[in-house]
Structure formats: C-alpha cells, structure tokens
C-alpha cells in the first residue's frame, strides 16, 4: 500500500477555558491507504500541529512533515518506524513536526492493524492484552472540600485508584497543600491508590517540592508526577535522591531519548508517555521496554478521547507488571462524543481491546458540532482548508 | 511601557530547495512599545511559529505565546524574563513555542536597548564587546574539489577559519568523508582553523561516527559538531569518551536545560546556542555562563541573517575566552537583504555591535520581494493576515 491521503481534523468545545483540562479540543488524524482508514489523535495544539505538516519547505532539514509521509509505503511496522525516521531527519528543524506526527502515526498503526485484522498490540509482538488497574484521572478542587467531593464521586463510580492534579497545588503554602492530599485521601478511603500531579508547578525549585514530601507520605501517595519542569532532570534527580514517595513523570517527552532521559538522568520510576505527543506508538513501545529493562514502571499519559486511550495502552500491553492506567474520568462532551463507544472497564479493569487496529470507531457524525473551520493560504495558494468529516 | 504591538514577517526566496541552507527564509518580529520599535528574527519554520503565536487557546497550559506577551510590562530585563517564564508556563504543551518567543524575545532585548541607548550585551551585564574570530560557515561541496574550491575562496576573502558542514558527509564511506576533510584542509591551509559539521547524520551510531576521529584528527579538526541526533546524549559522551577531537553540539537547545545538558550529559567541548531557537538572548546568556563554569567553550549558531548574528553575538560579547564567531559566509539573497549594513569584520575580528539595541537597521525597503502573504482562519475569524512592511 502507499499512503494516499491525510486529512487533519480540529475539534474545540464551543467554549474552552484556562483550566488544565486537556480533553477542550482535539486533533484527530485520518489516513487511508489501499482502501483502508486509519484514525489517530495528537495531544497538541491544533492549528501549528496542521501548520507543520503542510508548511512550505523552509531548507533540506526543515520540511513539512507531509514530505515525509504522503505516497510512502505502509505494508509493515517497519514501514512505520521508516517514516518515523525520514521524519526526524527532514523536520529535524521544525519543532511542533513530533506533535503532529504523533497521531498520524498512531492513525498508520491503526489502518495496517484493520487491514490485518490484528490489534495494533499483536503487531508490537504482544502475545496478550493484560489487565490494567484504570485511575481516574482528575483536577485538584479548589478547596480541601471540592478535593474529597471529587474522590468520593470516583470511588462511588468504583474506581479504586484516583489521581489528583494541578489546580492550587504549589501555589500556596505547603500546609494548605497538605489539606487537599488528606481531603483526597479521605475521599478515596484508606485501601484507594492515591497519587498526585503536580503539573510542573515547582519550576527548578527542590526545596519547596521537598517541603511537600512529608505530607504525601502521610496521605500514602503512590507517587509525585512532574513536580517540576519536563527538561529539569536535574531537579528530578536531587529530589528522588530524597524523596520517599516515587516520582513520575515524561509526558512531555516528545522523542524516545527523552522518556530514556528521565529515567536515566531524572531517575523517576514511573514513565508517563502519551502516545499523542512522543511520537505515536513506536517510540512509546520503545520508552515501555527501556523502562521495564530499568526497573522503572510505564503507565500511559491519556486525559482526552478513547481513541487516544486506545492508543496509549498498546505500547505496554502485554507488559503484565505495569498494571496502572489513567483514565479520563471527567472528559468534555466532545472527548465522549469521539468513540461510538468507550472503552469498557470490566472486573475493575481495562484493556487494549481485542480488535483491528486499535479498536475504537470513530463517531464523524456526532463530532460536526465541535469542527473548526479552518483555512491556511500563502500567497494566494490554499495549504489547508478543514475537509469533510463523514 | 507596556507591549503594544508584535508583528510576524514571513520572507522566503522565490526558489527554496532541500539544502541544508537555513537562509532561504527567514521569519523577522517586530515589537513595538512606549513609542520604540525592536527587531528580532526566529530561526525556525515560519508557518508554524506564526501559527504558535496566533492560534486559539487549548487549556490553560497551551496557550498561544501572544497570549504571555501582549500588553506585558516592558521596562527592564527582567521584565523579558519574566515574559519568558509566563510563556513557558502557559504555552507548556505548546511545542513549537519556544521557537516563536526566540525572535520576539530578541526583540524586546533591542527594544529595550534603544529606549535606553545601550547596546544589548551592557543590558546583560557586559563591560566590554571583546573580539571574536569569525568562521566562514560554509557546506561541504558533493566532491572534494568542490569543497577545496570553497575553502579557498573563503581563505581569499580572509577567513583564516572554515567549517564545513552537511553535503555527502556520514552518507557513504569513512574513506570519503576522509577526502573531503583533507581537501578543506588543503583549501584553508596549514594554519587555517578547520571544524566539521557532521549535521546529525550519524543518528546515535557511535562507531559510525568513531570511524570518521582517524580523518578528523590527521586533518588537524578543532571540532566534530553534532554527530549525532539532538537528544542523543549517551552517543555523545561515548564519542567523547574516546575521540582526541572535541565535540560540538547544542543547536537545537529549545530551552536551557538542554543546552546545559549537551555539555553535563553530553561532555561536548564546545556549547553551539542559537538565539533564535533557545528562547532568545536571555537563556543563551544564561547557556554561555553554564559552557564558561563548565570550561567548555561557548559558541553562537548563526547561519542566517546579520540582525540574528549580532543578536547570537550578544550573549558572550564580554566573555573573552569564548572567542570564535560562526559566520554566514553565503547567505542567500534575502538574508543579505535583510541588514541595512552587516556587522563589520575589522583585523579579522567581529563584535557585538557598540550600538543601542542590536545596532542592526533592517531594511524594511529591500524586503517587498520576499515577503509571504499569509492568512490564517478558522470559523470566519482572521487569526493572521501579514502585516504591512514599512
């Protein structure tokens, strides 16, 4: 087969706000070839993600990523780790190029799964598709209150396992942080998994990341993901070194060097990857057997759609001792409206599902009210203009 | 003052090919506050930066940058740091921000330094503007002939340092490569500074690379620069580990951290920053006292334009053991349009400018032929139309 079209589609709530709610708007990639379709999702900002695959060539170095994929040859999973390849090389200059080859390349996985009635996971070469303990993955309240409100309202849903993140933490005192673990705690019961996301809030700054460690021990949290910023591994290191709860963090890693990185240098020991933004599925197989090799455990980064959840459990599922997942617990309409229907969780457990590609149908006819009319033009050429969703 | 305007201008040639010359285009910013005007210039894909400033908020952590920078105090440096943190804040999961806020930020540096009548380097604290050896930055030619034709023409012009980089280099044998390094050699003379720009050809295959050290070291080389990918930082401190050529790297650091990584993890010798891809002349000054407590050597990149050279010159202008100078030796049309004057090159020296600001007019006049008209829309809105010139 040979790739013959690639059509980007924006979504957006019709209103989006500044929380760190990632699942306002939505990226999705459609790919055919030889007569299939496969669908992926970029966690990117949408207009410069398609801006980097039709932007003119800026040198040899500084391609759209277009140049790199459109007419390339899909018959194999080596095919798709050659376009990777081609694309790190000729947009080896343009920054956003990862992002937005990310779902595109998670759509290629798709499209050769469908095509071979496999699963994409079966062509990682797992031989099965484990059980996987889901967290819902949630906001901090604004107060200790809205906190336990929240965990209750996941563990009455039967989630046993929660995470936390962002809102006031590390904005005021450690004290007042203090409140919000135990409030969680509290809200989650005694036996839940509680873990908190600090949303990079502490810059470069050990010490006040340092002073909220005796209060997320005492609230029994699994983990402190991204206490500081994505590259600062050196901060990542001196508070591990010192931290008696585990540090987690590399959803920002959008290269396989990276999720090595933060590993090897930040030495957290659990390694978030997102699909959407590292690259697609290749390279987070990658990260999930060189964390597993280090010991570290891999858990998938996923806040927005099922088609991205999907996709972010086939790098590690069969990798039976990394047994977390997140999931988005509290998604807008316009992330439940993607999938015809959801992932379920059965037993208390999800899994990558057993069916062609990566197993989700993507519902065009419920998404037109989310779809952005978009149009790019250079001098009087059209680059982009937002094709039909049917 | 507050940041009253900030104003994006894509030029390109009429003919941009797949070399691996960087000055075919060029994305210029104009800011404009309290009645003053700054220059500065991204080095990065013009469509997609533009889209990065424009584009409509996702969540509060991917925000567009205009988002952290119109209508910001303007009165200090540390304004522009703070403007550069709230950036990086809120345009976290934005990927290509950092290229976008490179240019704008150089320009409030010469906004800056033109209200204030002081040139950039005294603004970051400079006492002097110490003389630097420029090189003639030039790129292999496919034969070796070619190569030693360049070299000299270069060594005519008065260069007494040459680097040559990319062309067929790493593409087929050592023996080859060993031709080519020799012919410029030849080209630059006995007494020349030579230095190799392997382009990141090698990917992270460190014996690849190794095989190239025996030519590099009988061609008397200063550096070998960036062997291997970006992040690729186990390869480079292998190669470092075993090469009697020092190693050059760190120009695609989009942050800091990164470039302070390439020398901790990476050993390079010689830290290589870019102003207008690091995030601008804050973090490259930042970047040249990391290299100078390192004792690594601090070097500017600069392939393109004389307002991004003098801008790449100003964050080690005072350091003088830091005293080579990456000079574009054939820049294309537009960038040498893009001066009203270049920087001059006095006894075989360059310096940062004794000006306000950059000390680089840009001759809005001469650009007309190159300028891209762009339009931007979604849902009916103009997010970006190309801005007059003048």
Redesign the interface.
Known sequence: MRIEAVDFF?L?MPE???????S??ALLVRVAAGGHVGWGEC??????S???F???????????VAASVLGARLDSPADIAAIAVRV??NS?????A??TLSGLETALWDLLGRRHGEPVWRLLGHRHSAPKRPYASLLFGDTPEETRARCREARAQGFTAVKLGWGPIGTGSARADADQFAAAREGIGGDGLLMVDA??VF?EDVAAAAARLPALRAAGALWLEEPF??????AYAALAAQSPVGLAGGE?A??L??A??VVD?GRVRFLQIDTG?IGGIGPAHAAARHADARGAVYVNHCFTTHLALSASLQPYAGLSRHDICEYPARPSALARAVPVAPLPIADGAIRAPDAPGLGVEVNTAALAPYL?????????RT?YRTPPLD
């Open positions: 924006y957006a989006v706000t500044a929380a760190a709610d990632g306002q708007d966690e990117a900002a949408p207009l410069p398609i801006a980097a039709v932007c003119p060539m800026s040198h040899g170095a500084c391609q759209p790190a090389r080896m200059d343009l920054l956003q990862p992002h949303g990079q810059g910023a994505a590259h600062a591994y050196e920002a959008h290269n060097a990276m090595r990185h240098y933004r952005q009319q978009v149009e790019i033009r250079i001098g009087g680059l």
